[in-house]
């Protein structure tokens, strides 16, 4: 197997050191000095990000504190020798003054140093001061390996930033580990989920939030949603996290509204604008605004990620397609949760697909029943284990395409449900038998509360091999572990290891996948 690199080279520490220190202003809330900002120089304060990094491409973020010319610079060392430069987009009011330059004809296999300057766009000699960052680029050779991490559900259910535990802290773990990416699962924000300045807890202690005005109510606007976007990158953790692993970021339901579905129209009295899909749009736009993707305000969420020729990443959107949540006891269902488009883009690129691993990085579970009130259903389950109804008629297309067509390697990463499990699924066990046996494994929260684990629903045949989850509903970071997962693809084998990690080193459960299989 690849071996571990549990902490950044002396090389990297120093190319992040920039990073951090242009940051650092930021850090748990803290506000720009007014020497600072008088300067007239641009600053970026929330650092930098990367995403949806190739063997020879990848996409650089900066936000300005005000309107800039966006500047990144790259090389293959960390002094900056020869670099090459990117002219990057005008960032502005139009766009938060966020913006993303994407960089193309990078070698394969490689680290990448990269710095970004921002200029004053009426005399480009006053610059502020460069903000560093690195990553990997996809290898280009089967035998380098891949390891990546994977998890969702950050700032949710009360639990902000608390600085008197360090902030979130699971984000210093897992850049410990020093993974080739990061898979966000979803729920990366909630939008709907006001913090409070103090929570006490059942044994008396106190929870301390950082607070802002965009998070202390539901957002609706778009400024708002902005500004929920913006909170996690106040915490330090998340920021050096960000300089130094690229993310695959996809979305769920509370980067808009609980349990959302297209055209819904709210009864909720803490929003004054009911119209789901004008809500989603605005969180869609600050969405891309704030994450290192392909504009999805303009296009759409769901992509493939190429990672070499052991991996590709079939990012999925189960919101934007899906109908509205039900009992699901539909006999026919063509839209279900991934809609008719998407169903036939992800068979097309599945069979098209060379890469030895296939992840299907779903923003929800399959077998896990995820109710929504007191009759509907959220995700793709709805407790009937008998023959596939409503949204289960879908999956379970999909499912029988996988093996009639022989696609080999395939597994399920998911988050949502704010515990950790691995479910194996089997023909022999399933009312549902036309499919080959795969794995979905869950992970989360990430910094959010804990919740007892949900229901299995047998029509696909799963069983839980591993769970850790808490007894009660909505247990704070102080309480319990945060969770996340790890992927490593041995590059001489071929094999996959699942490892399911707890904050604090722990590794839970650990499950070898081999290559090659359709079914495991």
Known sequence: MQPYRPSPSPARRTVLRGSL?????????????PAQARSGRPRAAWGVQTGDVTSSSGLVWV????????????????????PRRWEGPLLGPDTDC???????????GTQIHYRVTLADPDDPRRTGEPVYGTFRTAPARRRDGVRFLWSGDIAGQGWGINPDIGGFRAYEEMRR????????????????GPLLPSVTLPDGRVWRNVMTEEKAKVAETLDEYRGVFRYNLLDHNVRAFNAQVPSIVQWDDHEVRNNWYPGQILDDPRYGEKDVDVLAARARRAFGEYFPVQAPSAGRMHRVVRHGPLLDVFVLDMRTYRNANSPGRQPDDTTGILGAEQ??????????????WKVLAADMPLGLVVPDGAVDFEAVAQGDPGAPLGRELQIAGLLRFIKHRRITGTLWLTADVHHTSAQHYLPERAAFQDFAPF???VSGPLAAGGFPANALD????PERVFVRAPQRANVSPMESPQYFGEVDIDGDSGELTVRLRAEGGTVLFSQVLRPGRVGQ
């Open 21 to 33: 220190a242009a940051s650092a202003a930021v850090s748990l809330g803290a506000r720009p000095a």
């Open 63 to 82: 936000r300005s504190d005000r309107p800039a010319r966006m500047v990144v610079e790259t090389s293959a060392t960390e002094s900056f020798r020869r």
């Open 98 to 108: 966020t913006g993303t330059t994407a960089l193309r004809g990078l070698p394969p």
């Open 177 to 192: 580990l020093d993974p080739d990416f990061f898979l966000c699962s979803g729920d990366t924000v909630y939008a709907d």
């Open 343 to 356: 169903l036939a883009w992800l068979k097309r690129e599945l069979a098209r697909s060379r890469a030895v």
């Open 439 to 441: 794995w979905e494994f």
């Open 458 to 461: 047998g029509t696909f045949g």
